[in-house]
């Protein structure tokens, strides 16, 4: 009798112990794909970073500042002439002062030809 109650408490403290072994398992696999992921956004991020430092040094650069300096400011260099056409001046000369026509899919013209 004393033998089983001994085996039962033995086969009870085995279970305990592959019970929390599972659980360890378990949380050890789920902190490896959570360091995967930072990872992947850590590298995400460096990518981000390039880009950007890439984009600062060419919006510091003088070619741009000038660029930007004669489109948003119209300025011009020594010896330059700045020429503004008027926006009407300039729709009537490239003709785009009639409304848009919005083309209609090649199925609903159809539509429209036969059913309306």
Known sequence: MIKKIVLGLVI????VIAYN???QILKATKSG?????AAESVYQLEIKNKTLKQKLKQIQ???FIEAEVRNRLGL?????TVVVIPEERLKSVLGTSSPVQIR???WL???KVFFK
């Open 12 to 15: 009870l403290v085995i279970l």
């Open 104 to 106: 209609l899919p090649n």
């Open 21 to 23: 072994l599972a659980i």
């Open 33 to 37: 794909e959570r360091l995967s992921q």
């Open 76 to 80: 011009a260099k020594a010896g330059e």
């Open 61 to 63: 650069s003088p070619q």
């Open 109 to 111: 013209g159809w539509w």
